[in-house]
């Protein structure tokens, strides 16, 4: 079993290798202090601390790693160093989710080739507050709805491999439709394939010739399995459970749980947990 020390090892050596292996991605600061001491691996091997800790919020993560695990970190910076460091970290935690990737996903054979794409509400309030609500207005929180009822905040589009992965994610205001970022989730898939969506993306004359004319995809839905074969209909909604247990896995490292004053934050936070997903699904990290 991996000890909370294990897996700071294990993060930092990952992050460190990725960083080694392209020195451009450091390139980006313009002061003195090009080379800060405290690197930018050790930044994001204590953000994914919070995954493995089973902290709700960043600020918890750091002051526990700061009061139980110092002596791995001996030139912390304070809390709100290290958070304007992490925030500016966005782009590498990006690339990371992909670099995070199964190694056999790329290489994948024609019929492995099956992607499942959904969307997940994150609230930024409780419905009790929809009359008031303040947080995030200006960075285009919206007013969405789903099965659960209304709810104020964005929405999480996501693109998985049937193995569960995460190949490619957007953020959204609710009032997106899942129809509108599915032409921009195809873009992450190489070779075509097939992807499996729910009744929500149905009801799009030109997606599907799109997806197919430009990316190769064939869109499966319980709707094109037909009404009368249950079967068949049945067949498509137990594949698509994996997206479900993807989400289930994101809620586990609450995603929805927003803590975030700027969309900036929100995104490089939810970032940070699909990162963790990815390395757990790699078999870096134990699963949570």
């Given at each position: 079993?991996?000890?909370?020390?294990?897996?700071?090892?294990?993060?930092?050596?990952?992050?460190?290798?990725?960083?080694?292996?392209?020195?451009?991605?450091?390139?980006?600061?313009?002061?003195?202090?090009?080379?800060?001491?405290?690197?930018?691996?050790?930044?994001?091997?204590?953000?994914?601390?919070?995954?493995?800790?089973?902290?709700?919020?960043?600020?918890?993560?750091?002051?526990?790693?700061?009061?139980?695990?110092?002596?791995?970190?001996?030139?912390?910076?304070?809390?709100?160093?290290?958070?304007?460091?992490?925030?500016?970290?966005?782009?590498?935690?990006g690339a990371l989710i992909q670099q995070a990737l199964p190694p056999l996903?790329?290489?994948?054979?024609?019929?492995?080739?099956?992607?499942?794409?959904?969307?997940?509400?994150?609230?930024?309030?409780?419905?009790?507050?929809?009359?008031?609500?303040?947080?995030?207005?200006?960075?285009?929180?919206?007013?969405?709805?789903?099965?659960?009822?209304?709810?104020?905040?964005?929405?999480?589009?996501?693109?998985?491999?049937?193995?569960?992965?995460?190949?490619?994610?957007?953020?959204?205001?609710?009032?997106?439709?899942?129809?509108?970022?599915?032409?921009?989730?195809?873009?992450?898939?190489?070779?075509?394939?097939?992807?499996?969506?729910?009744?929500?993306?149905?009801?799009?004359?030109?997606?599907?010739?799109?997806?197919?004319?430009?990316?190769?995809?064939?869109?499966?839905?319980?709707?094109?399995?037909?009404?009368?074969?249950?079967?068949?209909?049945?067949?498509?909604?137990?594949?698509?459970?994996?997206?479900?247990?993807?989400?289930?896995?994101?809620?586990?490292?609450?995603?929805?749980?927003?803590?975030?004053?700027?969309?900036?934050?929100?995104?490089?936070?939810?970032?940070?947990?699909?990162?963790?997903?990815?390395?757990?699904?790699?078999?870096?990290?134990?699963?949570?």
């Amino acid at each position: 079993m991996q000890s909370i020390a294990d897996q700071m090892t294990i993060v930092y050596c990952f992050v460190d290798d990725f960083l080694k292996a392209r020195p451009a991605l450091a390139r980006w600061r313009t002061s003195n202090h090009a080379a800060p001491a405290f690197t930018d691996a050790e930044v994001i091997t204590i953000a994914l601390m919070q995954n493995c800790l089973g902290c709700a919020s960043l600020k918890h993560t750091f002051r526990l790693v700061e009061q139980n695990w110092r002596p791995l970190f001996p030139r912390l910076p304070s809390y709100q160093q290290w958070m304007a460091r992490l925030h500016r970290l966005a782009p590498l935690v990006g690339a990371l989710i992909q670099q995070a990737l199964p190694p056999l996903l790329p290489a994948a054979s024609e019929e492995d080739r099956l992607y499942l794409i959904d969307s997940k509400p994150i609230p930024v309030c409780k419905p009790i507050r929809h009359g008031r609500v303040r947080l995030l207005r200006d960075e285009e929180a919206s007013f969405g709805k789903n099965k659960a009822g209304w709810y104020f905040g964005f929405k999480l589009h996501v693109l998985c491999h049937h193995g569960g992965a995460i190949l490619c994610a957007f953020l959204t205001p609710a009032n997106i439709g899942d129809r509108d970022a599915a032409a921009a989730l195809a873009e992450a898939i190489e070779g075509g394939g097939a992807l499996l969506a729910d009744f929500g993306y149905v009801d799009a004359r030109d997606l599907e010739p799109r997806l197919w004319d430009e990316y190769g995809l064939v869109l499966v839905t319980p709707f094109h399995a037909g009404k009368k074969s249950r079967k068949a209909r049945a067949l498509v909604s137990s594949v698509r459970e994996r997206v479900e247990t993807c989400f289930s896995g994101l809620w586990n490292r609450f995603v929805d749980r927003v803590f975030s004053r700027s969309f900036h934050g929100l995104w490089n936070t939810i970032k940070l947990k699909m990162l963790h997903y990815n390395l757990c699904k790699a078999g870096l990290l134990a699963t949570t």
